[in-house]
């Protein structure tokens, strides 16, 4: 069940709220729980059950982590953390890379007798896998009290909003809401107008260059002209960007409507001068698990030069791997980490008057980028950036084919939306309209039509992707 289907929409959600709010507050967390562990289930039916073990296993293990420090046991301490991720980091291995692990073994000649045909991939592992780990480092750090109660515990590993498709969300940013949390108004409001703009970025703008994007990629690159390839990868820049964001803001949405305040995951990554600022900007929440749980216990930056970069390697080779089992995303994750090495020596730098450099540098950078996240074959990602650069024509296949007044209309919509032009629209607006009920009416008009229309767009269109079944 993903937030962008009729039957999360017009069935779950409404049931969800509804039920939410007529219960006691003693009661709401069991019930969010039940619903959560229903939503995993939908579509992963029996690994609900890996869901439930990891709960029990994580609360086991933060309850030993504060018992043996309470005795002053940092031995002890310090071995319980060390199986706590150890298990963790094994779901998450068996789980997502075993398949990826064997066939790289058998290419070098090492063949393993291990069946695991029946191995699936548990949508969101990555993700609750990285809360348990930031969970225990927490409890480990004291920078937070184990959970003692099961449910609470389960709820923040389950919550449905953020399970699937984040952001990563970190017991020490929401343990207080989880144990007393108030829903006003403004709240609740707020969290449907951002759950709308989310599910518009996913249907109208990430779908609709998406489709293209799909098209243009099923071809060969030799058979493309350059033009196509250049429309294909900068169809899939958007689709990637609002399809997370997209995600994000829903979830963050949905949190608000239920009382917790998820902080933000993305800030306008495309405006970026650097590679260095993208990653302040982008997947925020990843990012910053990777600084504040790998990076920084890896050194960081206090052990020299050389310790830096290798930890800018380790990191970024671990950032791509995260993103899958291919060798695609550790090539991806890696020229993201050689860019910020570069910038770092200095090698990439740019006057401050020549602004508009850096960011068509930015931009070049992360376009090209997506070519390896996107073409899982290395060899024919490496044709496709030859061919976009070869400014060469095709035969049978021009950009024009693909789109249409309504494509137009989007894609110029989701460029401007790469930019912060809905904060410019509204100071505009805050300085034309004086009366507040009246903005009031009309920001809440203009989120109505915004759903109507999302709402009849996925309506007739069976295009709709969901792009972390990687994660």
């Known amino acids: 069940m993903v937030f962008s289907s009729t039957v999360f929409l017009f069935l779950f959600l409404p049931i969800v709220l509804g039920v939410h709010f007529l219960l006691k507050k003693t009661l709401r967390n069991p019930f969010i729980l039940i619903c959560s562990l229903f ?45 706590g991720v150890a298990i963790n980091l ?24 291990l069946d695991v045909s029946n191995v699936a991939l548990p949508i969101g592992v ?3 896998t990285f809360q348990n780990i930031s969970y225990l480092m927490d409890v480990y750090r004291k920078e937070v009290d184990s959970q003692k109660n099961l449910i609470h515990l389960g709820l923040y590993i389950s919550l449905f909003p953020q399970l699937i498709a984040g952001p990563i969300v970190r017991y ?11 829903v006003t108004k403004d709240l609740f409001v707020s969290g449907i107008s951002r759950f709308i703009g989310g599910l518009a970025k996913k249907v109208l703008i990430a779908n609709t260059a998406g489709l293209i994007a799909d098209k243009a990629f099923s071809i060969h690159p030799d058979e493309l002209p350059s033009s196509l390839a250049w429309l294909a990868i900068l169809c899939y820049t958007l689709q990637i960007y609002f399809d997370f964001s997209g995600y994000s803001d829903m979830a963050i949405g949905l949190g608000r409507m239920l ?28 990012s910053t698990w990777f600084r504040d749980y790998l990076y920084i216990p890896l050194g960081g930056n206090r052990k020299g030069q050389f310790r830096t970069y290798t930890n800018l390697i380790i990191v970024f ?22 860019f910020i090495i570069l910038e770092r020596v200095g090698l990439i730098s740019f006057p401050d008057k020549l602004w508009f450099l850096r960011r068509m540098y930015l931009l070049l950078v992360v376009v090209v980028g997506w070519v390896f996240f996107r073409i899982e074959d290395m060899e024919i ?91």
């Open 39 to 83: 939503f995993y289930a939908w579509g992963e039916n029996i690994l609900v059950l890996l869901m439930m073990a990891s709960i029990c296993i994580n609360y086991i293990f933060g309850i030993l982590i504060t018992v043996s420090q309470r005795n002053s046991n940092s031995n002890f301490s310090k071995i319980t953390l060390t199986f």
């Open 90 to 113: 094994v779901i998450l291995l068996y789980y997502k890379y075993i398949h990826f692990l064997l066939q790289n073994l058998a290419s070098i000649g090492i063949d393993i007798d």
């Open 126 to 128: 990555s993700f609750f």
């Open 172 to 182: 020490i940013d929401v343990f207080k809401e989880i144990k007393n949390r108030v």
């Open 259 to 286: 009382g917790f305040r998820f902080k933000e995951n993305f800030n306008y990554p495309y405006i970026s001068q650097s590679i260095q600022e993208f990653w302040r900007r982008w997947h925020i929440s990843l």
């Open 317 to 338: 080779f671990i950032t791509g791997l995260w993103h899958g089992a291919s060798w695609n995303f550790v090539v991806w994750g890696l020229y993201h980490g050689f």
């Open 381 to 471: 990602a490496l044709l496709f950036i030859k061919k976009m650069f070869s400014f060469s024509e095709g035969s049978n296949y021009y950009p024009l084919m693909y789109l249409d007044r309504f494509t137009y209309f989007m894609l110029l919509t989701g460029i401007l939306f790469c930019m912060p032009i809905k904060q410019y629209i509204g100071s505009k607006l805050n300085s034309l309209i004086v009366s507040i009920p009246f903005k009031t009416t009309l920001k809440y008009a203009a989120y109505t039509m915004l759903f109507v229309f999302t709402i009849l767009e996925l309506a007739q269109t069976t295009y709709n992707p969901f792009i972390y079944f990687r994660f």
